[in-house]
């Protein structure tokens, strides 16, 4: 089992490779492991190098809730940057810490805080407003609770 996990944290890189093997939020529900699980999974993949713009496009859909998507794609273009991590180089971004809320049945708030490679002084904090949608966690906005805005307000607002 150690060997899968050394050969899976290698392909990913090591910037998104913190993200995958820390554990849930001690004590954690179910409810908050699989919603949490959900944002790692979103975050080593996002994190990584090695995906296409369709591979990007595919997990914009299947990690936003739909009406966040929708919302996305009509505003994408004034969006400048990566809507996971807010920045327009998530590969230098790995995951420090991961603490989560369950604010109701259908709702965890994931809160990861992350370091940024080279700059140690650089910890952004994003909130992750997690619903279950179908049985399946997704992400109803997103919080860059260090810049104090959140991606659907972001791409809402009147210019």
Request: aromatic share 8%.
């Amino acid at each position: 089992m150690w060997r899968s996990i050394a050969v899976l944290i290698l392909a990913i890189g090591p910037a998104s490779a913190q993200g995958l093997v820390q554990r849930s939020t001690p004590g954690a529900s179910p409810t908050i492991r699989a919603a949490e699980a959900t944002v790692r999974e979103a975050l080593a993949r996002d994190l990584s190098t090695t995906l296409t713009a369709e591979d990007k496009e595919g997990d914009l859909k299947r990690f936003l809730a739909a009406p966040l998507y929708r919302v996305f794609m009509k505003g994408a273009r004034d969006f400048d940057g990566d809507p996971f991590t807010a920045s327009q180089e998530p590969e230098s971004y790995a995951v420090a810490s991961i603490s989560s809320t369950q604010p109701s049945p259908t709702r965890v708030d994931v809160t990861v805080r992350f370091d940024v490679i080279p700059s140690p002084e650089i910890h952004p904090v994003i909130r992750y407003e997690m619903t279950e949608i179908a049985g399946r966690w997704q992400a109803n906005d997103i919080f860059y609770v260090t810049d104090k805005h959140s991606l659907r307000t972001l791409l809402t607002r009147k210019r």
